[in-house]
């Protein structure tokens, strides 16, 4: 049976690094609290008698300035029913309406929301977000001349909560099309590119002054709960991240040679998820204290299979994308994860290092040594970890198979790490040695730091 270098070798037309989905908060860090909350409608507002009164006329004029801006402008507004599928109704009318750098629709729908909420405590209104309520919120479905398709979620209700949603692989798309180079897509992705490396330089260059230049931009032609002078003074949106998907796609010429390859890859990976790999992938000490579930899930669909293990909150998953390609993706909920935070910051520097130094994947076989200056490869002796017993939370929903204990896909699922906060150095228990007994060098992991902020301020229940 061919192994799987073989089955890459002179078979990979295209292979892409990029940010995938991101997902971010917007939140006002002036009105995290009641308190904050009391001054904003006493200092701002100029209301001596802070009472949710006061919040439900700001929640009045937003809602009136959205549907006069809907008929301004013709834009159609859909009233979402429970469990209806937002995205397909998005793509229907993004294809239907054809919108360039515009508003696309606005969809309105009831979600769970941390909320203020005001009670009267002797003689006087007390405001706390102890429990979630069900309000409206505004989904303001976007095109974008930059980025493409982008939605931008408001909360009708105080502290007006924002939700920022693009796609790094639309982003690198509008700029192919800007400097004339061809390409073919793979769903959001790239099938293939007239100029590979270009593409690559593209997607690498995808920074936090972008996404703020995109965030600002929309903040002035669409209504929002608070005034202009609001904002001036200090009461404005600031945004963090919420959930971020990193990826890699590697193109096969011929489906068969991509479909063998993703076969072999779970047949020789089924105990990927055992704590003593995971801690090889994301150099960290898993021990009976780390949370989370350590395991390896092959999930079925229909007939497309996918590989998927867990580390903490983070998601690493592998499966083969339309026939054609191999995806690797990366899913963050927590920084923290890592040792770092969740603010979007513009203190992060660039990193000379390519992601072959991220926290996801490493040590592979499906890459030739010399393409990386640095590989991380399962010790052919000093492991790292040596479990005493069963690791709590262990398991397997699949029967692990015989392998050399090398790890699955490419060298890395790359960040982009001029915006990711920093942790600290990696800590290990041993030092890591390459197969051929030398050891390997590693640096701490480049999640770079960024000033405190809010971890996930004002996370929905549901929604997208």
């Known amino acids: ?66 549907k006069e801006l809907a008929e301004e402008q013709g834009i159609p507004i859909h009233q979402f029913q429970h469990k209806e599928d937002k995205d397909d109704i998005a793509n229907q009318l993004r294809r239907q309406r054809g919108t360039r750098d515009g508003i696309v629709f606005i969809g309105v729908a009831q979600e769970k929301a941390q909320a203020f909420q005001g009670k009267k405590v002797q003689g006087q209104f007390q405001f706390d977000r102890d429990k979630t309520v069900y309000v409206n919120h505004y989904y303001f479905y976007i095109d974008d001349a930059e980025f493409g398709p982008i939605f931008l979620k408001i909360c009708s209700y105080a502290p007006w909560a924002m939700k920022l949603c693009i796609n790094g692989h639309e982003w690198a ?142 998601d690493l998953k592998q499966y083969y994308k339309e026939g054609r390609g191999c995806r690797t993706e990366g899913t963050f909920r927590n920084a923290k994860d890592f040792g770092g935070e969740q603010r979007t910051g513009e203190s992060a520097v660039p990193r000379k290092a390519r992601a072959a130094d991220q926290p996801a994947l490493a040590g592979s076989r499906t890459r030739q040594p010399q393409q990386w200056t640095e590989r991380r490869q399962h010790p052919t002796c000093g492991a790292t970890y040596r479990p005493s017993g069963r690791q709590k939370g262990a398991w397997l929903e699949v029967r692990p198979a015989p392998c050399d204990g090398a790890i ?45 902020a809010p971890e996930r301020l004002d996370l929905p229940a549901s929604g997208n």
């Not at 507002?45 to 009164?53: C, D, E, N």
């Not at 699922?413 to 800590?427: E, H, Y």
């Not at 290990?428 to 050891?439: A, L």
């Open 1 to 66: 049976m061919a192994s799987i270098p073989d089955l890459m070798k002179g078979h990979i037309t295209l292979e892409v690094e990029c940010l995938d989905r991101l997902y971010l908060n917007g939140y006002i860090g002036k009105l995290a609290t009641g308190l904050g909350l009391v001054m904003f409608m006493r200092e701002q507002l100029g209301k001596p008698v802070p009472s949710p009164v006061v919040l439900g006329q700001i929640t009045e004029r937003f809602r009136a300035a959205v």
């Open 173 to 314: 798309k509008r700029q192919l099309e800007k400097r004339k180079i061809h390409y073919e897509a793979l769903d959001n992705g790239f099938l293939s590119c007239a100029d590979a490396e270009q593409l690559q330089q593209i997607c690498d260059s995808l920074g936090p002054e972008h996404i703020e230049r995109l965030f600002r931009k929309w903040l002035q032609r669409i209504p929002l709960p608070l005034r202009g002078e609001d904002r001036q003074a200090g009461y404005d949106w600031k945004l963090s991240i919420w959930q971020m998907e990193v990826s890699l796609t590697q193109i096969f010429d011929q489906p068969l040679r991509g479909r063998e390859f993703f076969e072999e890859v779970i047949r020789d990976n089924l105990d990927l998820g055992r704590p003593d790999r995971v801690q090889l992938i994301f150099e960290r000490v898993v021990t009976k204290k780390t949370p989370g579930r350590f395991r390896t899930r092959v999930i079925q669909n229909g007939v497309h299979p996918s590989l998927h293990i867990e580390y903490k909150n983070f």
């Open 408 to 452: 699955f896909g490419a060298d890395s699922v790359p960040v982009p790490d001029r915006w990711l906060p920093q942790p600290g150095p990696a800590r290990t228990s041993g030092p890591s040695i390459g197969s051929d007994g030398s050891r390997l060098h590693s640096e701490p992991n480049d999640l770079r730091s960024a000033s405190s």
